[in-house]
């Protein structure tokens, strides 16, 4: 898998996939690579959820992850929590099996982190 990431002036590069699909950057006045990282784990899993939850009837699907970070350098993350929040007639139960597959099984984001990273998670379902 090639990616390309091209630095074009100041704080701001552009990425590029094989499919020539762009995604500009910009670490002063936009997000950091360290929360665009920690944004791909959640995207990932919810990614995960969400095709699981396919065969269910649901209006909303969102993750908040809390980030911690090592003080010194480099500042890489030490711990990641993520809070599953699914809206309709789901059972949480199924909720919560979805999420421990996505991050047992699945999720290829979180696969490819530290593996001393403290990984955790909890979901919670609305009407």
Excluded at 24 to 33: E, N
Excluded at 39 to 46: D, E, I, P, R, V
Excluded at 77 to 86: A, K, R, Y
């Amino acid at each position: 898998m090639t990616q390309i990431v091209e630095w074009i002036h100041g704080s701001k590069a552009v990425t590029r996939n094989k499919r020539s699909q762009e995604l500009h950057i910009d670490w002063d006045d936009g997000p950091t690579p360290v929360e665009m990282l920690i944004q791909s784990a959640g995207a990932c899993s919810l990614a995960d959820v969400v095709i699981g939850l396919k065969d269910r009837v649901f209006s909303k699907a969102w993750v908040e992850i809390e980030a911690e970070r090592y003080d010194g350098t480099p500042r890489y993350v030490t711990s990641l929590h993520f809070h599953f929040f699914v809206q309709g007639e789901v059972p949480i139960k199924l909720v919560e099996r979805l999420v421990e597959k996505a991050f047992e099984r699945y999720c290829s984001v979180t696969h490819s982190l530290r593996k001393d990273m403290n990984l955790t998670w909890e979901s919670t379902v609305t009407n």
